[in-house]
């Protein structure tokens, strides 16, 4: 286990990297953020002697301190209630490219990860990569049996690399959050847990493999929007293969003009096409950027790089059906009461007041297309609600919203005219009549009593499990607990905290003066 002076150096590297970058000063200016954690950020500014004034590079200070961080920024670019706007929308500009590694070194990586020659699996591979990021790079290739793929190689090292840095996260949000108020209902730990859960997944490329599996079926029979297909033969744990694909990037707007692609129809489509994985299937594509799709010669969308995906139950799946229904049409009654209802807002409060505070932000967006349109202050109503209301943050909402602010941006990019209301709308009133009408609960509750029925064997099984009839030996009598010399208590004290801090400033302070840090 890490030790607490490890992470408090870890720490103070990295804050002095935000902080010459002034990306602390939001913090330090923020009423709602906790007192100490001011201080603390406080103390780093004026150790790097930075001054409160001038533009702060949040994009800059996550880049420069490492992949993980870059991660992070990435993700935190979805949390304006917790980072603030100014820095999520500085973040949204964070790219995640690094330069790229030595072809030897990702040669040594796929051989060794099937432990046979390259040559055995791959006629040919470009050396010069198509794409570097901070967790795999991506060479274009031909299989021995003469197919055109694209080779996703993780780096090497990387593994080691996120798992050391996202430990020092997981504590430092644990302190965050157990400094009460504005950070216990913002939920940092678990912000970072769900953070955790995403990176492992990109980490391990059978599981990207596998959700683009997942969502190519679930996508079927969809038109004009497909997932390439896996190599699995040439997949495995640090290496996927897939198919290339021959598009044209969906960001390059002149060029698909110039091809006679019609906009408003791929950018419809591209709408439609996230809807019905949200809502519909429950699993969708979290990484919805430009550099991720493609548009085909016939019109077709193709995504890649499956290493995000957001997953949403079915009951989650109906409330956010029927919220986005109750925005579009004005019943911000019924979207008052689901909130209520789904326990996003504590019962205490008012369902009449929160749908008049729904209205104030719903109706100025209602019947207008997106250029009219800022994202940025509907977002900053609707967390300024979430506060007032005492709604915790929903993580699984918080990634959904952040892959629709995505395709918002695409879709009005391609057609600044798009409604995004009125081209959900009939969608989700049509999902809404399927999955919630008569017929719909009448199936529902035959399928659950029946699944009830069946595992009441089951259930009786367990029941003489844990209370068998009496006989045989007779039971023995409680025994006393007993501490044990060998016995330790875990957890640190206030003076080891204490220590570990004054240990953790002074090797900083000591690096700051030798010019180690810089």
Do not use: C
């Not at 996550?62 to 304006?80: C, D, E």
């Not at 009133?429 to 009830?452: S, Y």
Request: no cysteine; charged share 25%; glycine share 8%.
């Amino acid at each position: 286990m890490t030790s607490s002076v490890v992470h408090l150096s870890r720490l103070a590297r990295w804050g002095v990297t935000l902080a010459r970058r002034r990306a602390l000063v939001g913090i330090e200016n923020d009423p709602n953020a906790p007192a100490a954690l001011r201080r603390l950020v406080r103390l780093a500014r004026l150790a790097t002697l930075t001054g409160k004034s001038g533009k702060p590079d949040y994009a800059g200070a996550f880049r420069a301190i490492g992949p993980a961080a870059i991660k992070l920024g990435q993700s935190l670019a979805t949390r304006p209630d917790l980072v603030g706007e100014e820095a999520a929308n500085n973040l949204l500009s964070l790219q995640d490219s690094l330069p790229p590694v030595p072809f030897s070194q990702i040669k040594a990586a796929i051989e060794s990860s099937f432990g046979q020659p390259i040559s055995a699996l791959f006629a040919e591979i470009d050396p010069e990569p198509v794409g570097a990021a901070s967790i795999a790079q991506v060479h274009k290739g031909v299989t021995t049996d003469g197919r055109k793929v694209a080779i996703k190689v993780l780096r090497p090292g990387i593994r080691e690399k996120f798992a050391r840095d996202i430990t020092t996260y997981e504590w430092a949000a644990a302190h965050v959050e157990a400094m009460g108020g504005e950070a216990t209902r913002l939920r940092p730990r678990l912000t970072i847990a769900n953070f955790k859960r995403w990176t492992n997944s990109e980490l391990d490329l059978r599981r990207e493999a596998a959700s683009a599996s997942e969502l190519a079926e679930q996508m079927a029979g969809v038109p004009g929007y497909r997932i390439p297909g896996i190599d699995w033969d040439r997949t495995n744990g640090r290496v996927m293969t897939i198919e290339w694909i021959d598009g044209i990037k969906i960001s390059r707007v002149d060029e698909l003009r110039a091809r006679g692609h019609d906009l408003a129809a791929i950018s419809e489509k591209l709408v439609i096409s996230f809807l019905t994985q949200a809502i519909s299937a429950g699993f969708f594509h979290a990484d919805m950027h430009q550099g991720n799709l493609f548009v085909e010669d016939d019109g077709t969308i193709v995504a890649i790089d499956f290493g995000i995906m957001g997953r949403i139950d079915r009951r989650a799946r109906q409330w956010l059906a029927e919220i986005l229904y109750g925005l579009t049409t004005g019943n911000y009654q019924r979207v008052a009461e689901i909130h209520f209802e789904a326990q996003y807002v504590p019962s205490y409060h008012s369902v009449g007041e929160f749908a008049t505070a729904l209205r104030a932000v719903g109706e100025p967006m209602r019947g207008k297309p997106v250029k009219e349109l800022s994202v940025g202050q509907m977002l900053d109503g609707l967390f300024a609600i979430t506060r007032d209301f005492d709604m915790q943050t929903q993580p699984h909402l918080l990634l959904l919203q952040k892959t629709m602010v995505m395709v918002e941006g695409i879709a009005t990019q391609l057609n600044p005219d798009i409604n995004m209301w009125d081209t959900a709308a009939p969608y989700v009133r049509e999902w809404i009549r399927d999955e919630l009408g008569p017929e719909a609960a009448l199936a529902d509750r035959l399928k659950q009593d029946t699944e009830t029925l069946l595992r009441l064997p089951g259930l009786i099984r367990r029941l003489e499990e844990k209370f068998p009839p009496k006989g045989g030996a007779p039971e023995a009598p409680p025994l006393p607990e007993i501490p044990l010399l060998t016995d330790k208590r875990e957890g640190p004290s206030r003076l080891g905290y204490l220590v570990a801090a004054l240990v953790g400033a002074g090797a900083v302070w000591g690096a700051l003066a030798a010019g180690w840090i810089g």
